[in-house]
């Protein structure tokens, strides 16, 4: 394709966000979304009527099919409504300090492991919950060098961030085809990937130098088009910050 940004084959909401279809039949798989760390606590449970989810390295999963497991008086209650990761990785499924945490920073290549083999036996056919969406912040501060890391490598959680005229976006969920390590757009992940976004282009330069001071009335009219399709597919979860 060049060294030249191509619209997304069908346009900007081509990608399909699950299996299934808004309006589709019954049997389809649900729409996956974004869920807040609040949006996620509300599915813990309490209520018979809602189903129940957990998170497990920011993938949310439905585990209402054992209810009496996730439920208010079940083994692992603790776990419902919450992001799991740390607590699966470090054995301590009733610690409240850790199921309140989202860093994962500290955890050891054992613990790692330990987590690995834990969604291993989560994603058996024997055990498999359905995958409801992607769990995201929503009010990050990162540099252009803190940015790095969210490439879906370089972080526990694979996540993939893009900042574009200062806002942070994840793509995780719905754009990984496109912006994940072997996606046509790659090299943006874990970029201010603005410049590029409004010349068009895929060369280096304008990811090194993302500033967008000096881009033609045209240019802008191609960012503001890009930013109208981010805001109405992807999450925005912060901002770019200032060089420290």
């Not at 036996?121 to 990162?142: I, Q, W, Y």
């Not at 072997?182 to 993302?210: H, I, T, V, W």
């Not at 001071?213 to 992807?234: C, M, N, S, V």
Request: proline share 6%; glycine share 10%; hydrophobic share 35%.
């Amino acid at each position: 394709m060049g060294n030249a940004v191509g619209t997304p084959p069908t346009g900007p909401n081509s990608l399909p966000i699950s299996g299934g279809r808004r309006g589709s039949a019954s049997n389809d798989p649900p729409t996956r979304q974004h869920f807040t760390v609040e949006q996620l606590a509300t599915f813990n449970g309490a209520d018979a009527k809602r189903p129940i989810y957990i998170s497990v390295k920011s993938e949310v999963y439905d585990v209402s099919c054992s209810r009496e497991l996730y439920g208010p008086s079940g083994k692992f209650a603790a776990l419902a409504g919450k992001d799991v990761t740390r607590a699966l990785a470090l054995g301590k499924l009733d610690d409240a300090k850790e199921l309140a945490r989202l860093d994962l920073s500290d955890l050891t290549p054992d613990q790692f492991q330990a987590l690995d083999a834990w969604l291993t036996k989560f994603r058996s056919d024997e055990h498999k919950c359905a995958n409801v969406g992607r769990l995201v912040d929503v009010d990050l501060r990162l540099t252009l060098e803190e940015l790095l890391p969210f490439n879906g490598v370089d972080n526990p959680r694979q996540t993939i961030l893009l900042g574009v005229d200062g806002v942070l976006y994840d793509v995780t969920m719905n754009g990984a085809e496109f912006y994940g390590p072997d996606g046509m757009y790659g090299q943006f992940a874990g970029r201010d990937a603005s410049k590029a976004l409004a010349c068009m282009s895929l060369e280096d330069e304008s990811l090194a130098n993302p500033s967008i001071a000096d881009i033609t009335p045209e240019q802008r009219k191609t960012l503001d088009d890009w930013i109208k399709r981010f805001e109405g597919k992807y999450a925005v979860v912060g901002k770019i910050a200032a060089r420290k």
